[in-house]
C-alpha cells in the first residue's frame, strides 16, 4: 500500500517570497514522484515528476523538488513565486511493477500574497 | 492534440436519482482514470480503464461504475444519488505503458450538485 501526505494545506507567501510545499510518502516498492497543480476552476495539470537518476528535479514555471529516499519525502520549491502561483498543489505517488494506481495527497493551496 | 473534454460541465441532481458523466481522453491514450474531488478529502480514486477492462479500482460503492468504450471514451455512472456525492469528478487519460511511470492529463472536470 502506498501513501502521501501533505503537511501543510494552506500556504500563503508574500510575492517574490520563496517557498517551500512539503509532501512525504509511504511506499513498499520503488515509486515514481509527481507535483500536479491546479488553478481555479480547472483540472490538474503536471509541474514535474521523479522517475529515477537526478534526485533535483526541475520542472514548469521555475518550480523543483528533491526526492529524498532516507526521509520519504518530496517537498516542491521555488525561489521566488508571483501572484500567478496562486493554485492549489497535490503531491502523487505511483508504485513500480504492475499497472499500479496513482495515490494523490490531500493537497496544498498556497496563498500569493501582493 | 486536443486535451481530455468532459461532458457536461456542471450538473444538479436529487437524492435517488441516477448521474451519467462522459470522458473523451486525448488521442492515443487508452487508459482513463476517475477521480473524487471533495474539500478536505482531495482526489479519491475511483477506477481505471485500459483497453475496456477495469485495470484498477478504489473504494468506493457499487453505485459507483464505470465503463471505457472501444475508442477509449468512457462513462461513469452513480446511481442512487447521495448528498455526499457532491463533487468535482474528475477524468485523467494516460499512455498508460504501465509500471507506473506514466504522467496523467486532467479534464476539466465535471461539478455534480446533488440537492
Known amino acids: 500500500a502506498q501513501s502521501v501526505t501533505q503537511l501543510d494545506s494552506q500556504v500563503p507567501v508574500f510575492e517574490e517570497a520563496p517557498v517551500e510545499l512539503r509532501c512525504n510518502y509511504s511506499?513498499?516498492?520503488?515509486?515514481?514522484l509527481f507535483w500536479y497543480v491546479q488553478y481555479p476552476n480547472q483540472g490538474l495539470q503536471l509541474l514535474l515528476k521523479?522517475?529515477?537518476?537526478?534526485?533535483l528535479v526541475k520542472g514548469i514555471n521555475g518550480f523543483e523538488a528533491e526526492f529524498n529516499k532516507s526521509q520519504t519525502s518530496f517537498h516542491l520549491r521555488k525561489p521566488s513565486v508571483h501572484i500567478s502561483d496562486t493554485a492549489e498543489y497535490f503531491c502523487a505517488v505511483s508504485g513500480d511493477g504492475g499497472y499500479q494506481k496513482v495515490t494523490f495527497g490531500i493537497g496544498t493551496k498556497l496563498q500569493v500574497i501582493p | 492534440k486536443a486535451g481530455v473534454t468532459q461532458t457536461p460541465r456542471y450538473l444538479i441532481k436529487t437524492r435517488g436519482q441516477q448521474v451519467t458523466l462522459s470522458c473523451s481522453p486525448i488521442s492515443g491514450h487508452r487508459s482513463v482514470s476517475w477521480y473524487q474531488q471533495t474539500p478536505g478529502q482531495g482526489l479519491q480514486f475511483l477506477f481505471e480503464y485500459f483497453s475496456e477492462t477495469q485495470r484498477n479500482k478504489g473504494n468506493f460503492p457499487g453505485r459507483f461504475s464505470g465503463r471505457q468504450f472501444s475508442n477509449s471514451r468512457s462513462e461513469m455512472n452513480v446511481s442512487t444519488l447521495e448528498l455526499g456525492d457532491s463533487a468535482l469528478y474528475l477524468c485523467?487519460?494516460?499512455?498508460?505503458?504501465?509500471?507506473?511511470?506514466?504522467?496523467?492529463?486532467f479534464g476539466p472536470g465535471t461539478r455534480l450538485t446533488v440537492t
Open positions: 521523479y522517475l529515477s537518476g537526478s534526485t
Open positions: 511506499s513498499s516498492v520503488s515509486v515514481y
Open positions: 485523467a487519460s494516460s499512455l498508460a505503458r504501465g509500471m507506473g511511470r506514466d504522467e496523467q492529463y
